[in-house]
């Protein structure tokens, strides 16, 4: 394997198509194409004032999102936060989390580690976050 690997995110799969989410969401998971063996990533993009349909958490992996460009809010648990570019947030795994654009919309990528064998495994979906 090579010591380094070059990827341009939009060239990644948009899994949001696959299951139904897009036009409205992106979520570009690079980790594979990356060829990461201790991180995964994923570049994400919400339509303006779209809120996602669900939250999630995990077991393992702690993440790191940084918003590259707009707005929005992340409901961590019970608590919101105000999102803008260039703020980056630390979210244990144990916490839920759950994305919502302003009206400029919403990109960030987001980071987790450690690796996990099966993201599926690692990964609780919450399903109406923003619902409740």
């Known amino acids: 394997m090579s ?10 799969e948009d899994s949001a198509v696959k299951f139904g989410f897009a036009p409205d969401m992106e979520a570009r998971f690079a980790s594979g194409d990356l060829g990461l ?21 995990h077991h393992v992996q702690e993440e ?4 590259l460009e707009g707005s929005g809010r992340v409901k961590l648990d019970d608590e919101i936060v105000e999102l803008r570019a260039l703020d980056a947030i630390r979210v244990a795994p144990e916490v839920s989390r759950a994305f919502a654009a302003g009206p ?4 960030f990528i987001a980071f987790g580690a450690p690796a996990v064998e099966s993201l ?13």
């Not at 599926?120 to 409740?132: F, I, K, Y």
């Open 3 to 12: 010591t380094f690997t070059v990827k341009h995110l939009r060239d990644v």
């Open 120 to 132: 599926p495994d690692d990964v609780e979906q919450l399903p109406g976050a923003w619902s409740a």
């Open 37 to 57: 063996q201790e991180s995964g990533m994923s570049l994400q993009r919400l339509a303006p004032d779209y809120a996602a349909p669900f939250g999630h958490r």
């Open 104 to 107: 400029d919309g919403l990109e």
């Open 64 to 67: 790191l999102y940084v918003v």
